[in-house]
């Protein structure tokens, strides 16, 4: 069989179709938008929070100035993309049986459309940098004054299956619970001052749980055998849900804890008030892993069966 | 044969040097031999292509201006029906099944498999239905 | 000579080669084998033809996704409730473990690389059948093992496994997860990876080396290079998974400490190496669909693909990228190199941006119509942007510690799973059913599928995303009315009954297809690639006839001979040569 013979009637174009300079005029504004947003707006304090917590920690609202500014980059950077496809679907319908012109690239666009994701991706990795260094930075481990002579509280977190416990090694306080038991029935209360570097050390009884207060905007692994740490500096007074997020086995989902910001005077009221109770360092043994620790505990009165068989069996 | 070998190559080098960066850049045992061995899974057989691929004659998959005609001839050969993946299939089941309910099983996972797999190299040998 | 059609149960044309038929001797074949082979229950048992043991894989996926889906139903019908009691925790934890597992590892790789691909490559590429036919056998054979096995592992003691599909050291230990459940779960991993590798091996093999002539590797189509590079991706990642569970396997039945903190054990080293696969397995599952919408847009456009070239560097480098990021899941373990996992994860978004603008820029001064193969390729666009434009959010360490495990990451990965394998999966469904079977399947209940499911889509996810960032973590099997996620999950719930209903239509499609027929003819949507060359479906071995190979459309270049000419891209070799013989060919 032969080749077909070659229609040289019409130009061969190896690049695209010439676009008028209007359509130019546009792909540049959209461009400049996508390229030139997450920059602009990061100067201009504009941080609309799409659904998520403004943060009540120093960290936590870092965190959320770079959620911010990538959710505002992607709606543009997504929304032109999106547009265009509509665009596209509709002006490009099909009108008649001519056949199309059939080119099939544009060296000059496919660099544009590489080149320009690569400068975005550049700031996006840039920004996070800058947020990753400050939400993770921590005062060195034990420490008990920070580099500005402020006061380090050390609270020392412990997941199990399927509660929480909370130590203050240095004030000799010890708050533990199970599920959906503790203060409004949103399991253990750990009580926390603002406005001081609280320094967190995490660790797991036995499984991995995780440890997420949704307006701290952060989570972290409490793992076996590895005790993670990292600071929080909490700006405001307040109640802050948390949860477990790593499933844990079978009352995953009732793994709540809060944390309470108070006062400084009010912490050390507190603290004052829970020796007076009993709740020492002294009270809950340190369990041997895997083994279920023996806390105080109520019966929760909306869990589906009460939490003294542990593993497997329902 | 010289893109397919350029192609792993390719694929083996980047690893290796995505490996090295990582090893030096944080000491992971784990992640560091997995991208090792993922260079070596590209080297190996890429160096092997590249290797052959001077020393042997284009294959007419890869002649740009070949006809159906230069491809004449025998293709391959292409094993028709047989029971043997089926049987060496079952075997796999049943020794998993060992693992899992006990050595009580295992007798029928040895007997299956092994004659299976014998089964399916006699065949090979034989040539099989075609 | 005229003779029967291989496959014994379809409803023979009226009139050979339908409507659209056309090419000579696509219909003169030897069949001899059928009338002298084994026949029934047998013959299925030992055959080794990659089309049947394509349509196997495919049926058995489907029917693996539809039992998934049921479990989604029931997942998203408990949720719709604060304290809702219509299942217990540990049915809670199974059903989404479960439906997790038979998603990933039964339905979407399956599907793609044993189904579709099995089919197809071996006629995209111009080859007789797969380069090892009864390895490809095996394959399924062992597919159909596990997929039973981790089906029927609800019916032990204990229950099935409980842990989410990634099943992380120690929860999946022989302390807090004993049962026969989790080791039938960890077995059927070992038989499906095995069947994948087998796969793997013979997709690599059969494309590097059983290319008809003239079928050079920058002239097979998109589909075939992705499942080129998916098939190397497997390589590299399932024998992982392999190692991984082996080794819980011994850590939970031979007394080893591998993942225990007790015997001086790593339990994070279980996610190193089960994301060093888990990482490259999401983009063996995205690789193919990739592949089928840029086979199906051009068709539908009436336009070559717009950057081949483009799209082959893309694909190369969202798979090497892909096996270097996979701690990225790990950001919140607090144990592993953020930046370098964060920066490579930002990279993988620039190919596919290229992907997606040379997607656009087929479609761009096209003729589109809008059949059902396309429509589910366009829904697969939008909804795989807005998955996709979420991952870029995740790629970053600080904005994946106040998401990580809620609905916010559930979102994304649904959108982006559905919209790959859903969308594009049933696009290629849609595209391929009349080359596989010779008949239509009706295009208006394919459109009310294809709505239905895109309304449902979004109404099921963009809820989702709002309900974990305020909070809501994944894998609960209730919350309380005090969190104020009632409504969300409500409006989740609602979208997932449509999608639910939208399969029906699909299933009525193909009930009715096989009622009464319409005969497809050999190129039914006047597709390019070799495969609408031959009979639908085609004949045993294939090819009677092959049409000369000189671009990466060599049907159309045969059926439009007059708008081959800027066909002749990206071999410079053959516009040279084409210069020389144009005065000679005339």
Known sequence: ?314 | ?130 | MTTTVETPDLIEPEEPGGPNGHGPGTHEHESEHAEHGPSGLLKWLTSTDHKVIGKSYMITSLVTFFISGAMALVIRAQLSNPSSSLVNFQTYNELFTMHGSLMLYLFAGPFAFGGLANYIVPLQVGAPDMAYPRLNALSYWLYLSGASMMTLSFVVAGGAASFGWVAYAPLSDSINSPGAGTDMWLMSLALTGFSAIFTGVNLVATIFYLRAPGMTMFRIPIFSWNMLVTGILILIAFPVLFGAVVMLFCDRHFGTHIYSVQGGGVPVLWQHLFWFFGHPEVYILALPYFGIVTDIIPVFSRKPLFGYRGMVFATMSIAALSTGVWAHHMFTTGVVLLPFFSLLSYLIAIPTGIKFFNWIGTMWGGQLSFQTPMLFSIGFLFAFLMGGVTGVLLASPPVDFMTHDTYFVVAHFHQVLIGTTVFAGFAGFYFWYPKMFGRMLNERLGKIHFWLLFIGFWVTFIPQYIVGLKGMPRRVADYLTSNGWTGLNQLSTVGAMVIGTSFLFFLFNLVHSWRKPVPAGDNPWDGGALEWFTSSPPPHHNFTHLPPIRSERPVWDYNHPEHHKDESHGDKRHREHEKETVGASS
């Open chain 1, 1 to 314: 069989m032969s080749l077909p013979s070659r229609d040289t009637s019409s130009a061969d174009t190896s690049e695209g179709p010439a676009t008028p300079t209007r359509e130019r005029r546009w792909k540049r504004l959209a461009v400049g938008l996508a390229v030139g947003a997450p920059l602009v707006l990061g100067g201009c304090n504009f941080y609309p929070s799409y659904g998520a917590s403004r943060g009540v920690t120093t960290q936590g609202q870092e965190t959320f100035k770079l959620y911010s500014g990538m959710m505002t980059t992607g709606i543009i950077v997504g929304g032109l993309v999106g547009l265009l496809i509509l665009y596209t679907a509709f002006r490009y319908r099909r009108r008649s049986d001519d056949m199309p012109k059939q080119f099939h690239e544009s060296i000059p666009i496919e660099i544009l459309y590489t080149a320009i994701p690569v400068l975005i991706v550049a700031v996006l990795f840039f920004y996070t940098v800058l947020t990753e260094n400050n939400v993770d930075a921590t005062v060195p481990n034990n420490a008990r004054i920070t580099t500005t002579g402020a006061p380090v509280l050390q609270v020392k977190i412990t997941a199990f299956q399927w509660g929480w416990r909370f130590d203050y090694p240095n004030n000799n306080v010890s708050v533990s619970g199970e599920t959906t038991n503790g203060p409004g029935g949103l399991g253990p209360q750990m009580v926390l001052p603002v406005g001081e570097t609280v320094q967190i050390l995490l660790v797991s009884n036995d499984v991995i749980h995780g440890f997420y207060v949704r307006d701290f905007n952060f989570s972290r692994y409490a793992l076996p055998g590895v005790q993670n740490r990292f600071d929080l500096n909490i700006i405001h007074t307040g109640l802050f849900p948390g949860q477990c997020t790593q499933i844990c086995g079978l009352y995953h989902s009732e793994m709540l804890f809060t944390v309470k910001g108070v006062t400084p005077s009010q912490f050390a009221t507190w603290t004052a008030t829970e020796i007076a109770t009993g709740h020492t360092l002294q009270r809950y043994p340190v369990p041997a892993s895997n083994t279920p620790p023996v806390y105080d505990h109520v019966t929760p009165s909306n869990a589906l069966a009460a939490p003294s068989s542990k593993k497997g069996s329902l």
């Open chain 2, 1 to 130: 044969m010289r893109v397919s070998g350029l192609f792993l190559a390719g694929l083996g080098i980047f690893f290796g040097f995505i490996g090295l960066i990582y090893w030096f850049t944080s000491y992971e045992d784990a992640g560091f031999l997995m991208l090792i061995g993922t260079a070596i899974l590209g080297l190996m057989p890429g160096g092997y292509y590249l290797w052959w691929s001077r020393r042997m004659r284009p294959l007419e998959s890869d002649l740009p201006d070949a006809t159906m005609d230069d491809g004449a001839g025998v293709v391959d050969s292409f094993p028709g029906s047989s029971i043997w993946p089926f049987l060496i299939g079952m075997g796999a089941l049943f020794a998993t099944l060992t693992f899992i309910f006990g050595l009580w099983l295992a007798p029928i996972a040895i007997a299956l498999g092994v004659s299976a797999v014998i089964g399916g190299v006699m065949e090979s040998r034989r040539g099989g239905t075609v």
